[in-house]
């Protein structure tokens, strides 16, 4: 089953009188449960490709149907509801909030889901665990190391279970010890509980650990 399915994509950005065409004409599937790479050169599309489809923005035309819902048919206000239920987000600076705690910074989407303290605190500390931080639950950002940082980033972004997890360049920033700890539980969260992850890339060495490379170049896929 298609949980994500892209249909003659098109996203202009207008700077001033310059229009910029990130996407021209994208179509692509993602199956469920799948580990797919997005690659290809800087400027390719593949960060605006990934807003597209996590609706973080809207495309300029075409279509983008995640989970048999035709998103662009949905509100602002219902895709919020929709990212908050379905969907995880790792950045490639981790975002995480500088003045809460590893606990706190996880326990923020449960929390605005309205569950109990008892349950934030539990659901924190198991998906804490899983990341190898379970150590770390009274530490703020700042005390932890880049890679232990991305893995807080992970834990949040996994805390409930979406369906799929959208990663922009996740390893960006870390060397190729923390890289590899972060794609290998990646792939270990993604064979346990057949979450369907996405993520952009310019790694070759990353390639082994994707079922799939959707490559991008000029704003379309390359069929390959
Ligand atoms: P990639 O992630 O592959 O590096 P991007 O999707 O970031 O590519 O960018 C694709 C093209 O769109 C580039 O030419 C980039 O400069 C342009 N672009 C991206 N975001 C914006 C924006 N917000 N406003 C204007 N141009 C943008
Ligand atoms: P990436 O590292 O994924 O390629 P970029 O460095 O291209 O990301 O872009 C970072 C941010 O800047 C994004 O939010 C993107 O939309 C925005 N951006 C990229 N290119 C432009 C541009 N030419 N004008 C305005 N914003 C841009």
Do not use: W
Not at 108 to 129: F, N, R, Y
């Amino acid at each position: 089953m298609n949980v994500i399915s892209v249909r003659d994509l098109f996203r202009v950005y207008r700077l001033g009188t310059v229009d910029v065409h990130a996407l021209n004409g994208l179509s692509i599937d993602i199956e469920k449960g799948e580990f797919v790479g997005i690659m290809g050169p800087s400027g390719s599309g593949k960060s605006t490709l990934l807003y597209q489809i996590s609706l973080l923005d809207r495309p300029s035309s075409g279509f983008i149907s995640v989970q048999g819902t035709d998103v662009g048919r949905l509100s602002d206000r219902q895709r919020t509801k929709f990212r908050l239920k379905h969907f995880g987000y790792v950045f490639q600076d981790y975002a995480l909030v500088p003045e809460l705690t590893t606990e706190e910074n996880v326990s923020l989407l449960p929390m605005a889901l309205g569950k109990s303290d008892e349950e934030c605190h539990e659901m924190s500390v198991d998906i804490l665990d899983v990341v190898g931080l379970k150590e770390r639950l009274s530490h703020l950002p700042r005390e932890l190391s880049g890679g232990e940082q991305q893995r807080v980033a992970i834990a949040r972004a996994m805390v409930n279970q979406p369906d799929i997890i959208f990663a922009d360049e996740p390893c960006a920033n870390l060397d190729s010890v923390n890289s590899k700890r972060i794609l290998d539980l990646f792939k270990q969260l993604n064979q346990e509980n057949g979450q369907t992850i996405v993520m952009i890339s310019h790694e070759d060495e990353d390639i082994e650990y994707f079922d799939r490379v959707i490559q991008i170049f000029d704003g379309k896929n390359v069929e390959n």
